[in-house]
């Protein structure tokens, strides 16, 4: 089989390897479509502190399970599955407390062990999730980037009468606005971004107003129109952001961040516990797959809007790249494995 394997930061290669076969309780999916994200090339690069190689990347993957291991129902044949890349031990601590995403012996298919950009994956079976066979294979692809917005949301507790603003209109921002607004239904979601084409997808996704921040400072915008945000969500993850969203914030808001860097951000005390504000962080997601599978099959979100380019994974170089220089045209990009 044909694998897309980072040998080493900056190299990637198509190799051909030997056809893995599942272990006890796992199974083995023959790839149809997979996503590229963020984090896969942040792997090809060399700039993921989690990582190491060689490693077939990929964590956003779909496709038919063609052979079972020891102990798994061969009834599951064919099945139709989206692969959940989080592995726990189901037993420490956080396993303990409903958060699989941050078990202590944490792997994640694509970046701890290998993934999906492969023709064929093995993967234990519990991850993989059926996908009713209403749903098309272009919307079961994006499962897994909608369950983070599932999982951010989910922290959130958000209400109708919300005023929710999120940083970043890629596909963190856009997945969670859809989340906001399909599943929540709240009232009035801002987005915020510097790239006017990537605000025109938001608005295209059903945000309420949408603000370029590159061209006057953010907090003008809103003071001008009176708009006090009652939930602030992170899909931009610059360092400095967290500080301008506590200043920013409502009274009683929930401020969420999804942000990796180590570079410190400045806040003060007194700007959260003077608003009683609840600052949440999401990593991944703990369990959300079926969530998600439920808000596509009662048509609550629609991953199509994010979708902006498809490429046969032999291309995956060029696609790759497009993906990190085109920004204000590429938000998705999926490959194709087989038909
Ligand atoms: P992206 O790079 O495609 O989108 C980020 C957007 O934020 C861009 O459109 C950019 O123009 C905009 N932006 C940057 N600085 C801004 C600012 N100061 N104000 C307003 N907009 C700003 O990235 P993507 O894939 O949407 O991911 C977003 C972030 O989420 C990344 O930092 C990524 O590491 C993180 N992430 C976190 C996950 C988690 O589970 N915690 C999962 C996936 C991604
Ligand atoms: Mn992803
Ligand atoms: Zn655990």
């Not at 040998?7 to 790839?31: S, T």
């Not at 956003?60 to 044949?77: H, K, N, P, T």
């Not at 859809?178 to 605000?199: F, P, S, T, W």
């Amino acid at each position: 089989m044909k694998s897309v394997v980072i040998q080493q930061p900056d190299v990637l290669k198509i190799e051909d390897r030997p056809l893995p076969e599942p272990a006890a309780g796992e199974v083995r999916v023959k790839i149809k479509l997979a996503g590229i994200c963020g984090s896969d090339s942040h792997i090809y690069r060399g700039h993921n502190p989690f990582a190491k190689y060689p490693r077939v990347i990929g964590h956003e993957f779909f496709g038919l399970i063609d052979a079972v291991g020891q102990g798994v129902d061969a009834s599951r044949l064919g099945q139709r599955v989206s692969v959940d890349p989080v592995i726990n031990c189901g037993h420490c601590y956080p396993c303990s407390v409903g958060k699989p995403n941050v078990c202590t012996s944490l792997v994640v298919l694509g970046v701890h062990r290998d993934g999906g950009f492969s023709e064929y994956a093995t993967v234990p079976a519990k991850n993989a999730w059926v996908i009713p066979d209403a749903i098309p294979d272009e919307n079961a692809v994006m499962v897994e980037p909608f369950t983070i917005a599932a999982n951010v949301t989910g922290q959130l507790n958000p209400q109708e009468n919300d005023v929710a603003l999120i940083y970043g209109a890629g596909p963190m921002g856009l997945v969670t606005l859809q989340a906001l607004k399909g599943v929540y239904k709240v009232k009035q979601v801002i987005v915020v971004d510097r790239i006017e084409e990537r605000l025109a997808m938001a608005t295209c996704s059903g945000a309420d107003l949408v603000i370029n921040n590159g061209q006057k400072p953010l907090q003008e915008t809103l003071d001008e129109q009176g708009i006090k945000p009652t939930i602030i969500v992170d899909a931009a993850c610059h360092p400095t952001i967290l500080a301008e969203a506590i200043s920013l914030a409502s009274p009683a808001a929930r401020i969420a961040i999804m942000g990796f860097s180590s570079e410190p951000s400045q806040i003060v005390q007194q700007g959260i516990t003077g608003k009683e504000l609840s600052i949440f962080s999401s990593r991944l997601n703990a369990g959300k797959f079926p969530v998600v599978i439920d808000w596509l099959s009662h048509g609550l979100i629609d991953p199509t809007k994010l979708v902006t380019h498809q490429f046969d994974y032999q291309q995956v170089t060029d696609a790759i790249e497009l993906f990190e220089k085109d920004q204000r045209h590429c938000c998705k990009v999926l490959l194709t494995f087989s038909e």
